[in-house]
């Protein structure tokens, strides 16, 4: 017994040293959707405060497929070391553990650290589609029922449940395209073999001004200031909707709490440092920081409201 005893305390007393000297080499940070996302923006200007404010290399590491379930599995099952973060969705953890019948992550494997930034999300169509708003979307699509396509990053995502709704709302018919991400949809857009697509402002901004994509209208529940002559969702004949991702840090379940308080103080102070802001700003990003357990009171809040959209609308996955 008191060998047992004396092997906890050492086990313990080690635990204790390395919180204290952590991090003591590089910290990969998993982004579970593919480069050129919203995610990998976001990813990729939060591991760089990270690695000034932490003293080591945090390097971003895309892995994506499966609605960002690969790259999510991946982190929890994980060494809860400090050394494997995820930058998840709200998708991860408000939408999947509701739409995936055999989801290979569950929440219980996750330890909240902060949110980083929020994301709105635009409705961008092909020029050739002939259409310039939302209210003209319907009445085409009402013309020519599934005959047009749009685009998604998967099932189950935002980016489909968004969509799925306004069909249910508006009474018309679109044909869902699933893709891995935003990036891999983007050049079908571009060249019109896709007709329609709901991607973040930070992906679509560039094509909009440069009149390669249209905006048909914005899933804020404000106009943006990064466009402020396209009309939200809201005003054009669906009051109150919205569609929009956030992205959150997480570490694998049983992380120090030392360790959790540090990246979450890192967290905090980077995205509030102006350049970053900025940064995150112009490109239709809105960077927040918080505190672990904000973040896990909006997930549980958005984890009610999206499993009755799916119920409502009968969607699961057929996995």
């Given at each position: 017994?008191?060998?047992?005893?004396?092997?906890?305390?050492?086990?313990?007393?080690?635990?204790?040293?390395?919180?204290?000297?952590?991090?003591?080499?590089?910290?990969?940070?998993?982004?579970?959707?593919?480069?050129?996302?919203?995610?990998?923006?976001?990813?990729r200007?939060?591991?760089?405060?990270?690695?000034?404010?932490?003293?080591q290399?945090?390097?971003?590491?895309?892995?994506?497929?499966?609605?960002?379930?690969?790259?999510?599995?991946?982190?929890?099952?994980?060494?809860?070391?400090?050394?494997?973060l995820?930058?998840?969705?709200?998708?991860?953890?408000?939408?999947?553990?509701?739409?995936?019948?055999?989801?290979?992550?569950?929440?219980?494997?996750?330890?909240?650290i902060?949110?980083?930034a929020?994301?709105?999300?635009?409705?961008?169509?092909?020029?050739?589609?002939?259409?310039?708003?939302?209210?003209?979307?319907?009445?085409?699509?009402?013309?020519?029922?599934?005959?047009?396509?749009?685009?998604?990053?998967?099932?189950?995502?935002?980016?489909?449940?968004?969509?799925?709704s306004?069909?249910?709302?508006g009474?018309?018919?679109?044909?869902?395209?699933p893709?891995?991400?935003?990036?891999?949809?983007?050049?079908?857009?571009?060249s019109?073999q896709l007709?329609?697509?709901?991607?973040?402002?930070?992906?679509?901004?560039?094509?909009?001004?440069?009149?390669?994509?249209?905006?048909?209208?914005?899933?804020?529940?404000?106009?943006?200031?990064?466009?402020?002559?396209?009309?939200?969702?809201?005003?054009?004949?669906?009051?109150?909707?919205?569609a929009?991702?956030?992205?959150?840090?997480?570490?694998?379940?049983?992380?120090?709490?030392?360790?959790i308080?540090?990246?979450?103080?890192?967290?905090?102070?980077?995205?509030?440092?102006?350049?970053?802001r900025?940064?995150f700003?112009?490109?239709?990003?809105?960077?927040?920081?918080s505190?672990?357990?904000?973040?896990?009171?909006r997930?549980?809040?958005?984890?009610?409201?999206?499993?009755?959209?799916?119920?409502?609308?009968?969607?699961k996955?057929?996995?």
């Open positions: 017994m008191r060998l047992f005893l004396a092997v906890l305390a050492l086990l313990a007393a080690c635990a204790s040293a390395d919180a204290q000297s952590w991090p003591s080499r590089p910290i990969k940070l998993i982004v579970p959707y593919s480069a050129g996302g919203s995610g990998d923006i976001v990813g200007g939060i591991a760089d405060k990270l690695t000034k404010s932490l003293g290399g945090v390097v971003v590491e895309n892995r994506p497929g499966a609605s960002g379930n690969i790259g999510t599995a991946d982190v929890a099952n994980s060494r809860a070391d400090g050394y494997t995820l930058l998840g969705s709200d998708i991860q953890f408000a939408i999947n553990p509701n739409f995936w019948s055999n989801l290979p992550y569950q929440m219980k494997q996750f330890d909240p902060s949110l980083v929020t994301v709105d999300l635009v409705l961008t169509a092909t020029p050739s589609l002939g259409i310039s708003d939302l209210r003209q979307l319907v009445s085409l699509a009402k013309r020519k029922p599934a005959a047009i396509t749009y685009g998604s990053t998967g099932p189950g995502s935002t980016h489909e449940l968004a969509m799925e306004l069909q249910e709302l009474g018309f018919k679109l044909t869902e395209v893709y891995r991400g935003s990036a891999q949809a983007i050049p079908d857009l571009l019109g007709k329609l697509m709901l991607m973040g402002v930070p992906q679509s901004i560039g094509y909009v001004r440069s009149g390669k994509l249209r905006a048909l209208a914005v899933g804020s529940p404000e106009r943006l200031a990064a466009l402020p002559y396209v009309a939200t969702i809201a005003e054009q004949g669906f009051p109150g909707f919205e929009n991702n956030y992205w959150c840090l997480y570490a694998p379940a049983g992380a120090d709490k030392r360790i308080d540090k990246l979450q103080q890192a967290t905090a102070h980077g995205v509030a440092e102006p350049d970053l900025a940064r700003l112009a490109t239709g990003l809105t960077p927040i920081g505190t672990p357990q904000v973040l896990a009171a997930i549980s809040a958005d984890s009610a409201k999206w499993a009755k959209v799916i119920a409502n609308l009968h969607l996955s057929n996995n």
